[in-house]
């Protein structure tokens, strides 16, 4: 029998000594469970046909109006009673459009550019937040005042993060980056863009009355804020951080900046991280959470 020849490319695995004891490799990191999809938002169709008609409502009164006066059916009443209802829906249009303005909210807010040295935190996290969601920078704001929120405001691509000076010295980093991944959650999943379509269907008559402000705040979803907080979580992976920021907030003298004016404090009350409106206990929508609420939330994920 011919002898084999051995293979000088394959090496042989040196003896292990005898009486020693095999090392056991070290167990694989679990990955981190992916958080349970977003749950369908509560009462996205009543929301859209509300803002739809009260949108709709003063062209409707002008192209009334104006056709009444133009048939003259009723001759003089009718010219008048046409010219009154074009007028009334012509000052609708132009009152929702003024109060509801983006650059007019973030004026009467008394907002200021971040300044990008000493708010470095603010604007370095909000930068690798917005690379996470996959959504353009967008304008930071600060508003100089000791009642910690914060709030977002404008759609996609001219949307304006609002932070206020007590929320930059009251929560850490992970805390502030929280609170901002909600703000951008909200960009994110179009709120603000159904909150600016809320203003601007209901922009005059909810800056002139408490009534007209609770119009505008069933324009949009019930649940919007806890949405946004799971959203946010999608994104930092942390809720404790959040859940830690909320209940800062939750704990404050106060959230609502002074210095809002009251047609302001009626059309934003309700759009800030920490909403500062008070309802009564039949007016709870199904689907809305409290801050205490969206805090035990936070803590069981």
């Known amino acids: 029998m011919a002898p084999t020849k051995s293979n000088p490319k394959r090496r042989t695995p040196p003896a292990r000594p005898a009486g020693s004891r095999s090392v056991a490799r070290p167990a694989a990191r679990p990955r981190a469970a992916a958080l349970p999809p977003e749950p369908p938002s509560l009462g996205h169709a009543r929301v859209s046909r ?7 409502k003063p062209v409707v009164l002008v192209v009334a109006g104006a056709v009444l006066a133009a048939s003259g059916v009723l001759s003089a009443a009718g010219v008048a009673i046409g010219a009154v209802l074009a007028a009334c829906g012509i000052v609708f249009i132009a009152g929702d459009l003024h109060f509801s303005s983006h650059r007019r909210l973030l004026r009467d807010l008394r907002t200021r550019p971040a300044d990008p ?3 470095a935190r603010l604007v370095n996290l909000t ?6 969601f996959g959504l353009p920078v967008p304008a930071i704001a600060v508003v100089d005042d000791p009642a910690p929120n914060t709030l977002a405001l404008g759609r996609r691509g001219t949307a304006t993060i609002v932070v206020t000076t007590g929320c930059l010295d009251l929560l850490d980093r992970m805390q502030l980056e929280a609170v901002v991944a909600h703000e951008l959650a909200h960009v994110k999943r179009g709120d603000t863009a159904k909150a600016a379509a809320a203003m601007r269907a209901f922009g ?3 800056a002139l009355s408490a009534v007209g402000a609770r119009w505008a705040e069933r324009g949009v979803a019930a649940d919007r804020e806890s949405l946004a907080d799971l959203a946010a979580m999608g994104v930092t992976r942390y809720p404790p951080a959040l859940a830690d920021a909320l209940e800062a907030l939750s704990l404050a003298p106060t959230v609502r900046p002074g210095a809002l004016r009251p047609a302001v404090n009626r059309l934003t009350a309700w759009q800030w991280c920490a909403p500062f409106a008070r309802h009564a206990p039949g007016r709870i929508r199904p689907g809305e959470l409290d801050l205490s609420l969206r805090i035990a939330a936070l803590r069981e994920l």
């Open 204 to 206: 005059l008559v909810a």
């Open 117 to 119: 040295v000493a708010e």
């Open 127 to 132: 930068e690798s937040l917005c690379f996470g």
């Open 50 to 56: 509300l803002t739809v008609a009260a949108t709709a």
